[in-house]
């Protein structure tokens, strides 16, 4: 009786370790997945910026790798703790900043300076 027992507890633990594992590739493939998607989303929209010209494209290459970065980011806030939610965030607000900062620079004087200091009022620079 004691070898059955302890042959259903041996059985059991391995079981268990495997959907541990099981658990683990799957966490790990979706993050695969998430960033090759990522990586064609930055693709199409660098694609788009190519027709623009100036300020124009620089905006929108910079909110392509925004949302490119916020995206990996995400993904890998997704397979790891709390402190990648953290760095998450982070990575977002100096994405964010970087676009708002290419936007003002589209203007001059004093409207740049206005622009410049509310960014970094926005996004804590």
Known sequence: MKKFIATCILTSAAFGAHSLATAADAVKSQYKADVAAA?????TAKAKCKPLKGNDQDVCDKEAKATHE??????????KTKDANKDAA???????????KEKCDA????EQDKCTTAA??????
């Open 39 to 43: 990586d064609a989303d930055y693709k």
């Open 70 to 79: 916020t995206a990996i980011a995400d993904a890998k806030a997704k397979r």
């Open 90 to 100: 982070k990575t977002t607000n100096d994405a964010d900043y970087s676009v708002a």
């Open 107 to 110: 203007l001059k004087g004093a």
């Open 120 to 125: 970094k009022a926005k996004y804590g620079k």
